[in-house]
């Protein structure tokens, strides 16, 4: 078989693929880094339709067909894990977008049970000799969706680093291909703050020499990836690869040496960050993207001794409730791997599942320890699974203490000025 005359006969242009989409089709698109720009940019342009579903995960660009109020009742963005623009759309009032309840290692197989998709439109690197592509920086849930879509449209990106592990897909799976050269999208990486480096300090002293890793993004994980650079032999196991893992392994910090499973490699579902993780990554034997089903199952988490799951929070409170996605019935973001991760960790022999916030928000005027969660508020990790709570003031291991115990735990990890006021608060409750 000659697979280039095979892609040739598949390769078709964005306008020819919108025209697979009609009214009730039901779409997923790759997640992240990896959407598909041709895709979520011109899809408003698609006349005479309602009702078309589009399934995304952590949206980078705001695109027509959800962030303006015209095309409410013809297209709806279901996003499994809110960004910028869905948050906007929210906040405006527009039912334009509508979450997904989800725990990220079983969200593309509740999927496909539940509405399975009628295209799955996703993108791609180039086709090598053998013709073979991959989903590139992402296969949370890519190819379960190449797997079991009606349909299968690729945007063929030769931006897209070409990946190992679980990301292959051979042209014969594919329906359409559509050449779209764009720009990744990258992450910027940030600088953490002071308050971020005390957070990190009190993480940094509950990992071990040996431990396996699953570290989030923003300024409290690049803290700890900082303060972690003296560790030895340390490995990853985790949802998203961060700038901070290519850190520390230049450091020689990260080894992945004593992992329980799948040593000397790191093991992630998906990339996001600079250009210079891309290149990281790229045709890089050591990195294995992985299906997320797989990454993310707690059971599999669990097999890794030492394993430690880092991740932050909008707030908890004094029984040990976590919620890391809305502010009240106001939805921010989405459970993701958090609740996967840190019941992996914790049951893993030493583990450690870790949550990690400020005391304060909002210029330190209001606290993220609070007596009771905002009305409404969804539970991202239950008191019962929440082990280790560190905020810049200290660490509250939780895991078998009484409320009354839980409570004066996280009071003296709360920020000072608000102690008083939230003992009160939790004596008029009941709590103490």
Known sequence: MNWKDEYKKKRISIEEGLRNVR?????????????????LENLHRVDGVENV???????????????????????????????????????????TVTYIPN???????????????????????????????????????????????????LEVNDRAPRTHGDTHVHISEVDYVIENSFDIPEL??????ETEMRIGEHI???????????????????????????????GIHTEMFTESMIHLFEKGAI???????????????????????????????????????????????????????????????????????????????????????HRGASMAKNGKGIIALRSTAKKGTVSTIVPLLPLGSPVTVPRQDTDYVVTEFGIARLKGLNVFQRV???LNISHPDFRSELRKQASEVGLI
């Open 23 to 39: 009214s009730g089709t039901k779409i997923v698109t790759s997640m992240a880094a990896m959407e598909a720009r041709g895709l």
């Open 53 to 95: 579903a589009v399934a995304t995960c952590l949206n980078i660009g705001e695109y027509p067909f959800f962030v303006n109020r015209e095309y409410e009742g013809r297209f709806l963005n279901e996003s499994w894990f809110h960004s910028m623009g869905a948050r906007k759309a929210v906040s405006n009032g527009l039912r």
């Open 103 to 153: 725990n990220l290692h079983t969200a593309g197989v509740e999927r496909i049970m539940a509405n399975k998709p009628d295209i799955f439109w996703g993108v791609a690197s180039p086709m090598d000799k053998n013709g073979y592509m991959t989903v590139s920086l992402s296969t949370v849930y890519e190819r379960d969706m190449v797997e079991n879509a009606k349909m299968v449209i």
């Open 188 to 193: 910027p990486d940030t600088e953490p703050s």
């Open 204 to 234: 940094s002293s509950l990992v071990v020499d040996g431990a396996t890793l699953q570290i989030g993004i923003g300024g409290i994980p690049n803290a700890v990836a900082k303060l972690m650079e003296d560790k030895h032999e340390l």
């Open 255 to 341: 080894t992945n040496s004593r992992k329980s499973l799948w040593k000397g490699k790191f093991i992630a579902t998906f990339a996001l960050g600079t250009k210079r993780m891309y290149s990281f990554v790229e045709d890089n034997p050591g990195v294995l993207l992985l299906r997320g089903s797989y990454v993310n199952d707690p059971y599999v988490v669990a097999q890794n001794d030492n394993m430690v799951s880092i991740n932050t929070a909008i707030s908890v409170d004094l029984t040990g409730q976590v919620c890391s996605e809305a502010i009240g019935t106001r939805h921010y973001s989405g459970t993701g791997g958090q609740l996967d991760t």
């Open 408 to 410: 004066e735990s996280l």
